[in-house]
């Protein structure tokens, strides 16, 4: 099963729930929600690739549901079919015009259903490339005129200017430095998150302490606050140690630059299949416009006017968890400033997200005859 692949299925009959989680647990990881406002809170912070959206709901019905869920911007490449036993045009026409990309009549046929999502997973990772590209071929525009401004007449300086003291010449020459290592670290970030989004799997994963590794950062600096529970030895997770390890610390750095002191705050809230940190600062906290954007990466140009570049740390670090059957979150902390919060499985445990009402279970499939009764 892809941890990195998921579907969100809504329906407000559990036997029809049980039936979708059935047939797509082999392949993909399934979240489950029960009424559309569920739905939109589920979709909007665990950012599903594709929604199974049944239209006969109370409160909010499919179609209502699928209008909103197009109107929240991280979600603008998720994928939504709508499920019904209504076969008229009119109720799939009206299904188009409210932003469905396909509709489903009941009772269907399993292999049909997992055709068309395969379908739908293929387009999305397309078209995310297309725009990423693109993306990338903006920022790169924008985000490296600065550090080539100091690169290039510094340099022109040392190879015209032969009456530069030696100060005046290591002066330059950590300009082109700065420049150099700044650029670096944009392309670097840049392809990352393009590897990511190009469907990107842990193939080997291994063995990861979490509290060792968090433990390891805050031996590092000592303006990073942490006070684990003292009688847990361990945080056993499944993955990638050093890329676990980027995505906190690169948590950790944007706290502390907007922390008026300087200073970051970590705490644990282990679950019994999952672990959350959170790392807090008291720092002026997230602008709501930039909220819609945050782990994009590429964030619109008239909505921020700096450097960009710890923007696609975040977007990094929000697809290093998604690797790893996870998520993170920002939110405002009670006492003032920003809490963003981690979340990622224990291992050999069921991949599940704090909070959820239901997801994949962790257990083998039923057998043949006891398989659930197909949708009507």
Not at 94 to 115: I, M, N, Q, S
């Amino acid at each position: 099963m892809s941890e990195s692949k998921r579907i969100l299925c809504v329906d407000d009959e559990p036997m029809n729930l049980d039936i979708l989680e059935y047939t797509l647990k082999p392949e993909y990881h399934t979240l489950m929600a029960s009424s559309g406002e569920e739905a939109i809170e589920m979709a909007a912070r665990l950012q599903p690739d594709l929604i199974l959206l049944d239209i006969m709901m109370p409160g909010l019905d499919g179609y209502e549901t699928c209008r909103q869920l197009r109107d929240i911007p991280i979600l603008r490449h998720t994928k939504i079919v709508l499920v019904s036993a209504r076969a008229q045009i009119e109720d799939r026409l009206r299904g188009y015009e409210v932003g469905a990309d396909d509709y489903l009549t009941k009772p269907f046929d399993d292999e049909e259903l997992l055709a068309k999502i395969r379908v739908y997973m293929r387009l999305k990772s397309a078209e995310e490339q297309e725009q990423l590209r693109g993306d990338i071929l903006s920022l790169l525009s924008h985000e490296t005129r600065t550090p080539l401004n100091s690169i290039i007449p510094a340099a022109r300086l040392l190879v015209e200017d032969e009456e530069l003291t030696e100060e005046d010449k290591k002066k330059f020459a950590g300009w082109i430095l700065d420049g150099a290592e700044r650029l670096n670290a944009l392309l670097d970030k840049s392809m990352r998150l393009c590897e990511y989004r190009s469907n990107y799997t842990y193939k080997n994963p291994t063995s990861v302490d979490l509290l060792e590794v968090i433990r390891r950062l805050v031996r590092r600096n000592e303006h990073i606050r942490f006070e684990p529970d003292e009688s847990q030895s361990s945080i056993p997770l499944s993955g990638s140690e050093s890329e676990l390890e980027w995505a906190l610390e690169a948590v950790l750095d944007n706290a502390l630059r907007f922390d008026p002191d300087g200073e970051a705050t970590i705490q644990l809230s282990p679950s019994e299949d999952s672990v959350v940190v959170q790392v807090l600062d008291k720092g002026p906290g997230i602008e709501p416009t930039l909220l819609p954007h945050i782990f994009q990466g590429f964030v619109p140009r008239n909505v921020i006017h700096h450097e960009a570049g710890h923007y696609l740390s975040l977007a990094l670090c929000s697809e290093i968890l998604r690797a790893h059957g996870g998520g993170i979150e920002i939110g405002s902390n009670e006492g003032g400033g920003t809490v963003v919060s981690l979340w990622v499985p224990l291992r050999q445990a069921p991949k599940s997200a704090p909070g959820e009402p239901r997801s994949a279970r962790g257990d083998d499939p039923p057998p043949q005859s006891s398989r659930p009764r197909p949708l009507t």
